[in-house]
């Protein structure tokens, strides 16, 4: 074939050291001189490479110079020929040209291994993936059975394949399907381990018989005929035997049976898979070791050796420098295939695997039933594209070893797609070009659309497209789906296009990666991939691998891994440190920004300076939404407006995820209430803005079809940013804001932080308007905006963040049942503060000062009040059943229309002399034994049965339902000695005299 000038100039660098340099200029001088055909003209290739002379001289010449290429090229192994056509013709009418091999392939595979290498400064950790799996359930028959039996057995299989039709994806096996000439015990085996839940049908006969080889989950036995009670029954007893199949005297009756079976089987695919440990590679094994699959037929690691591992070395070297080696991947398979319309349809997935092992052995797997198409999918930043980079270049490395029987890995990375270019329905030629061009620092150098979709035509590629979320965001979903189809065509389609002698013994295979919660529910990620069924691939064609979130394991490799010299251990502890951080840290992603900071922390800790959770996160959400750029239908700006929002919808609504149709119309709503935002967008694309929303960084879609935030911290932190910012708008807008019931302890420890980080003309202001909703009661009560200024102000005070005066406050009517109300060590001040009517049924309140506070009307029924003064306070008509004051100022306090019932006061002062009717009342003082102090006893693991002291009241012995004694030191409350042997409760236990 004619060979490109970049083709011709790639094999003339080959045989560099074989040629003159003036032969060699000659040559690179007629590879300039290339045109569009592939042709030279004749007298242009005579004036660059003879010195000249006559036509007939400089023919003469040149057939000399071709001869000296050929030869060099031959003795130097590069097949490179400079040919011209053979007419006797004057040179003027005459062409020459070069033949050789395709260097294409060598391209594509450069191209892909810089795709490769082109990532973060970090170090990556390889991720971990799980198979999405199409669930099979094998039904277990009698090896031997009468006629009867074997038709009953048959009608099950056929009446349970006929329901598993409706279902997602389940597919049903039995021994009455193995064909004629197989080893039936071998596949009989062969099925039953292969089935992700194995049903027996039992009767008599298959009684006789016990299956062999393990099951993934127990098995499920029904009873497919009556056996009398006393036959003995291997496994489980049988379900249903109160009415066997054989008893189902109609289709109803049969059909009811069937769908019991299957929402057992439903119920017992939803159990985990047993746990199965597989250790990590260590840092000193060769890079392949960390990816291939165990036993699948290499040679071993002295083979690796003899192979050549400078080669290998050399090669490593030349890729981009690494501190240390990647920590291997994991991942989980799982099904896409198609249900039936309402169908919640629960992601069914695989055990963990290797993600990129898993990756190779699709890749190379030749067997008849080969998946060619693979989709890896995850949620925002789960190493998704880390995964497919690592893959590519384990992929390469497998191709180097074994030689082109290894599919060719053609990485295309879509985010360097132009958005136009998607949106204008472009072809697939015109995409990959514009792919080719975005990675290529010029348009000539290298292989063309057109060339790459050759080569994927003849078969053995495997063709990746990363990120096809990046794509999918700017499109309409029709659109989105007509892109991912036509990607589909570039493998399947091009091959079948080819005749037989033009392609290869198996298509090209195709890699996609797309983040999970693009799509609004599973059922929408399945139809979507499947082309709605119009023309696409089965669920079945597909091999669906879902990422899986860090371990402990890979978060210690990873810290070792990308912050040398460090504890690892330690930096766990930091994390711990942190609230919720240790969960953020379980994605890739999340970790790495993670690791960045805690240098950062550990350095402030060191020094002494505040270290601030809240400062992180807002870290953390400005990288998340500067690692978005380029996609945002929505700005950036305004998106975080969302997020604090949507916390505080959530949040009000008592819930804490949305079905994906209320967060849509959410969204709708609150751009629509927001004008000022619109006027950004100059065109409404409400679809867009959707889509958007859902491949957010900070949104996942659950397995239940709903919409949340990724964290609860998250969301924690989103509506403490909702307080802050609500706190620096008008009053009636702020208090409208706060219009929320009190949320978690956290929330406020974020909003107690970011206040604490103002400025002290800002801070003031955010005071100011807290001071404002506590002293104000619309309506004559408390409302949700002034419950919640109250509850920050007793979270701030108790852990020392900047708070509002309480003293004051207007609680009139509110809910404070089961509240904890102290100054965390330090005495609270709330004198005059209102509490009329408000509900304090079982709240503890210690160390207060309530002086002058108005308690008229308010139900303390089983409150406590410890150490506090309620001088002057107004208690009138309060409800005090079972109300215990300790350790009281109860001086002026005023009483009357109250109603007391077993009423406490005790250690109070003053005593009523007048003992009122209700109350029990203690003496005011009483005198203390010095050094005494209450102890606790812990290490029992079960309730505790019976104690005693010993004689000389130095030690105590307790009995417990965990089958021990033990015996303590009475004084400091030490564990001495545990006393064991008996095999139940202990209910009781004595000292002998002498102790």
């Not at 007298?43 to 400089?58: E, I, S």
Request: one cysteine or more; charged letters at 25%; proline letters at 6%.
């Amino acid at each position: 074939m004619r060979l490109p000038g970049r083709a011709v100039l790639r094999h003339l660098d080959r045989l560099a050291d074989d040629l003159t340099p003036r032969q060699l200029a000659r040559l690179r001088a007629l590879a300039d001189l290339i045109g569009d055909d592939g042709r030279i003209p004749m007298p242009q290739a005579l004036d660059v490479a003879t010195p000249g002379g006559g036509d007939v001289k400089a023919q003469d010449t040149f057939r000399k110079f071709r001869a000296a290429l050929d030869e060099a090229a031959s003795a130097a192994g590069v097949d490179l020929r400079l040919v011209s056509d053979r007419r006797k013709a004057p040179p003027a009418d005459r062409f020459c040209w070069f033949e050789g091999a395709d260097v294409t392939g060598e391209e594509l595979a450069e191209r892909s291994q810089r795709e490769a290498r082109r990532r973060t400064g970090d170090e990556p950790v390889a991720a971990s993936v799980s198979e999405v799996l199409q669930p099979v359930v094998h039904v277990e028959t009698a090896p031997q059975a009468s006629k009867a039996l074997r038709r009953r057995e048959r009608l099950f299989i056929e009446l349970l394949t006929e329901q598993v039709a409706a279902l997602p994806g389940y597919r049903v096996t039995s021994p009455l399907d193995i064909p004629l000439g197989v080893n039936v015990g071998a596949e009989r085996q062969r099925l039953r381990e292969a089935a992700d839940v194995v049903v027996e049908l039992d009767s008599a006969a298959a009684r006789r018989y016990a299956p062999r080889g393990a099951t993934a989950r127990r098995p499920l036995r029904f009873a497919l005929e009556g056996v009398v009670p006393r036959a003995s029954v291997t496994g489980n007893a049988a379900l249903c035997a109160d009415r066997p199949f054989s008893q189902c005297r109609d289709r109803v009756a049969r059909l009811h049976f069937v769908t019991t079976v299957l929402a057992m089987v439903d119920d017992r695919l939803r159990e985990p898979l047993p746990a199965r440990q597989e250790p990590w590679p260590s840092a000193e094994a060769p890079a392949w070791a960390r990816y291939e699959p165990a036993a699948t037929g290499r040679t071993g690691t002295h083979a690796w050796d003899r192979s050549g591992r400078e080669a290998w070395a050399r090669k490593m070297m030349s890729r981009r420098p690494l501190d240390v080696t990647p920590v291997p991947p994991v991942a989980g398979e799982t099904s896409l295939a198609a249900g039936s319309p309402g169908d919640p349809m629960p992601r069914h997935l695989g055990e963990p695997t290797r993600a990129v092992a898993r990756l190779l052995s699709w890749a190379v797997d030749e067997s008849p039933g080969a998946r060619h198409l693979c989709t890896l999918l995850g949620d925002v930043g789960m190493g998704k594209t880390t995964t497919v980079k690592l893959f590519t270049e384990a992929l390469l490395d497998r191709r180097r070893q074994h030689g082109p029987a290894v599919p060719l890995p053609i990485l295309l990375d879509l985010r360097d797609l132009p958005p136009a270019v998607a949106r204008e329905g472009a072809s697939l030629t015109r995409i990959v070009q514009a792919l080719l061009d975005a990675g290529s620092a010029s348009a000539s150098a290298g292989p063309s659309a057109a060339q790459v979709l050759d080569m994927v035509a003849e078969g053995g590629c495997v063709l990746i497209f990363d990120g096809l979320d990046e794509v999918l965001v700017h499109l309409e979903p029709h659109a989105g789906q007509m892109f991912t189809r036509m990607l589909w065509r570039a493998t399947e389609d091009t091959w079948q296009s080819r005749t037989a002698d033009r392609r290869g013994a198996r298509p090209s295979r195709l890699l996609l990666s797309c983040r999970t919660h693009y799509f609004r529910s599973v059922r929408h990620e399945t139809t979507h991939f499947n082309g709605q069924h119009r023309d696409g691939p089965d669920g079945a064609d597909y091999l669906a691998l879902l990422m899986l979130p860090f371990g402990e394991d890979q978060v210690r490799a990873y810290l070792s891994a990308n912050e040398p010299g460090a504890d690892a251990d330690r930096l766990l502890e930091l994390l711990d440190s942190v609230h919720n951080l240790r969960e953020i840290a379980e994605r890739p992603l999340t970790l790495r920004m993670v690791a960045e900071q805690l240098r950062t922390v550990e350095q402030a800790k060191l020094d002494g300076r505040t270290v601030r959770s809240v400062d992180l996160y807002a870290s953390f959400v400005a990288q998340w939404l500067e690692r978005d750029d380029g996609k945002h239908s929505l700005l950036p700006a305004h998106k975080q407006l969302l997020m604090e929002d949507l916390a505080a919808r959530l949040w009000r609504s008592g819930r804490a995820t949305w079905q994906v149709d209320e967060v849509e119309q959410w969204l709708l709503e609150f751009l629509a209430g927001r004008p000022d935002l619109e006027l950004h967008y100059p065109a409404r694309a409400p679809d867009l803005w959707k889509e958007d929303l859902r491949t957010a960084t900070f949104l996942v879609r659950r397995d239940d079809e709903t919409f949340g935030f990724a964290h609860t911290s998250l969301r924690e932190y989103f509506l403490a940013r909702h307080l802050a910012r609500a706190l620096e708008l008008p009053a009636e807008q702020a208090r409208a804001g706060w219009q929320l019931p009190v949320p978690s302890p956290e929330t406020l420890d974020f909003l107690g932080q970011w206040l604490a980080g103002r400025g002290e003309a800002q801070r003031g202001r955010c005071m100011k308007a807290l001071a404002s909703m506590a002293a104000q009661a619309p309506g004559g009560r408390a409302d949700a905006a002034a419950v919640l200024a109250f509850a920050y102000c007793l979270a701030a005070t108790r852990v020392g963040h900047p708070s509002h005066a309480p003293s004051g406050s207007v609680l009139t009517g509110a809910g404070l049942a089961g509240w904890q109300i102290d100054g965390g060590g330090g005495r609270l001040d709330l004198r005059g503060v209102s509490l009329a009517g408000a509900r304090l049924t079982d709240a503890v309140v210690r160390d207060v000062d309530l002086s002058g506070a108005d308690l008229s009307d308010a139900d303390l029924t089983r409150a406590e009040v410890h150490d506090s003064s309620l001088d002057g306070a107004d208690l009138r008509r309060a409800e005090l059943t079972g109300t215990m004051f300790r350790g009281c100022d109860l001086t002026g306090a005023r009483w009357s229309g109250s109603h007391a019932y077993a009423t406490q006061a005790l250690l109070c002062r003053p005593v009523d002399g007048a003992r009122r009717r209700g109350w029990l009342v203690a003496p005011n003082a009483t005198t203390r034994q010095a050094g005494v102090r209450i102890l606790s006893f812990t290490g029992h693991t079960d309730w505790l049965t019976g104690g005693a002291w010993s004689p000389d009241g130095t030690r105590v012995l307790t009995t417990g339902h965990d089958d021990t004694a033990r015996i303590w030191n009475a004084s400091t409350g030490h564990h001495q000695l545990t006393l064991t042997g008996h095999t139940h409760w202990l209910t009781g236990g004595a000292w002998s005299p002498d102790g």
